[in-house]
């Protein structure tokens, strides 16, 4: 049953890079740009952290408790709402997403409002830690304690962020950050 539900788990966090692809603007699909290291570091942090949650769960499981159901339940509800929240945000920002910690002023000319942006001034990355923090609690990794890390390497991606959007943007910017959390 774990290694069904793992599969399965696993299957839609690859549906996710699937929804990415295929709705990345026509910009990103230029190779020589995403050979550049500070690109790519995102992208390897997520796939090493996948693989060390999976060989986890497989080979060296948190023990087992009395809430292991709960935990479960919990943990795939999580992923569930993430996935939810992250392929929604996605397709909202359509062609003016980016990549984490860059704004490209000519591409990302708007500040999204609407959608998920309107609860969440980041819902993406928001989807994306309760897709992973779901993933491993449901699989019962130890990699959910890396979910500490994500958070620090997250805030400094978003805040780079919110200065370069400030920068950009202004006061209409800085209004929205006033008034819409973070993440939550």
Same mark, same amino acid.
């Given at each position: 049953?774990?290694?069904?539900?793992?599969?399965?788990?696993?299957?839609?966090?690859?549906?996710?890079?699937?929804?990415?692809?295929?709705?990345?603007?026509?910009?990103?699909?230029?190779?020589?740009?995403?050979?550049?290291?500070?690109?790519?570091?995102?992208?390897?942090? !997520? %796939?090493?952290?996948?693989?060390? /949650? $999976?060989? =986890?769960?497989?080979? *060296?499981?948190?023990?087992?408790?009395?809430?292991?159901?709960?935990?479960?339940?919990?943990?795939?509800?999580?992923?569930?709402?993430?996935?939810?929240?992250?392929?929604?945000?996605?397709?909202?920002?359509?062609?003016?997403?980016?990549?984490?910690?860059?704004?490209?002023?000519?591409?990302?000319?708007?500040?999204?409002?609407?959608?998920?942006?309107?609860?969440?001034?980041?819902?993406?990355?928001?989807?994306?830690?309760? !897709? %992973?923090?779901?993933?491993?609690? /449901? $699989?019962? =990794?130890?990699?959910? *304690?890396?979910?500490i890390i994500h958070l620090l390497i997250?805030?400094?991606?978003?805040?780079?962020?919110?200065?370069?959007?400030?920068?950009?943007?202004?006061?209409?910017?800085?209004?929205?950050?006033?008034?819409?959390?973070r993440f939550i």
């Amino acid at each position: 049953m774990q290694k069904i539900l793992i599969i399965i788990l696993t299957s839609g966090i690859i549906i996710l890079q699937i929804i990415w692809t295929i709705t990345a603007p026509k910009r990103y699909w230029n190779i020589k740009r995403h050979l550049n290291l500070e690109r790519l570091k995102t992208p390897f942090i !997520v %796939f090493i952290s996948l693989i060390f /949650a $999976i060989l =986890s769960a497989f080979f *060296f499981p948190l023990p087992q408790t009395s809430a292991d159901g709960v935990l479960k339940i919990i943990g795939i509800l999580l992923y569930v709402l993430g996935f939810f929240i992250s392929a929604w945000a996605k397709l909202e920002m359509r062609s003016i997403w980016g990549l984490p910690g860059q704004h490209e002023i000519k591409e990302q000319n708007r500040i999204i409002k609407s959608g998920p942006f309107a609860f969440s001034r980041n819902p993406i990355y928001l989807g994306l830690m309760l !897709v %992973f923090g779901g993933y491993c609690l /449901a $699989i019962k =990794s130890y990699a959910v *304690f890396l979910m500490i890390i994500h958070l620090l390497i997250i805030n400094k991606i978003v805040k780079k962020e919110e200065q370069l959007l400030e920068k950009h943007f202004g006061k209409d910017y800085i209004k929205y950050k006033n008034r819409v959390p973070r993440f939550i």
